[in-house]
């Protein structure tokens, strides 16, 4: 019912249209939240992204195109999005120690604390936005967009 008030919108033309437009819809409600929180930090929900990507594996580093496989939204200018990490002192840039061709970057002390910090006001959007699911629909909605996935 939300998903038809919010579009003004009957019917649909099949169930997986309404499938597809429920998801494109709660996707773009999840990720205005998520900049909702990161926003007030001075990062974008991208840029937090990545600090997560590079927090998994602390203390090692990723090149960027392991950070770029990793994304959820592929962003096409990650190269810029590192470049304003690293001014905000979030990551910094280094050479692999096997191969000294291969750049890495890896998140700082600093981006390691602002997600610490960042991390209570997480908690209070996810009780909050999934209130309405029991673990059980959770798991089953995950599996779904899961299935999705694999033929995308």
Not at 128 to 144: H, N, R
Request: proline letters at 4%.
């Amino acid at each position: 019912m939300a998903i038809k008030e919010r579009l003004k919108q009957r019917s649909f033309s099949s169930p997986y249209q309404e499938a597809m437009l429920g998801v494109m819809v709660c996707s773009d409600i999840l990720v205005r939240s998520l900049e909702h929180v990161t926003e007030p930090f001075g990062i974008t929900s991208a840029q937090y992204n990545v600090l997560r990507i590079l927090h998994g594996i602390h203390p090692d580093g990723h090149p960027r195109r392991e950070i770029i496989q990793r994304m959820i939204h592929v962003t096409p200018d990650v190269t810029r999005l590192i470049d304003r990490l690293e001014k905000l002192k979030l990551v910094q840039r280094g050479k692999s120690q096997h191969d000294k061709r291969l750049s890495l970057t890896f998140i700082t002390d600093k981006g390691l604390s602002l997600l610490d910090t960042i991390q209570p006001h997480l908690d209070t959007l996810n009780a909050k936005l999934w209130s309405g699911l029991t673990e059980q629909e959770a798991l089953d909605l995950a599996k779904l967009c899961d299935k999705l996935a694999e033929v995308a």
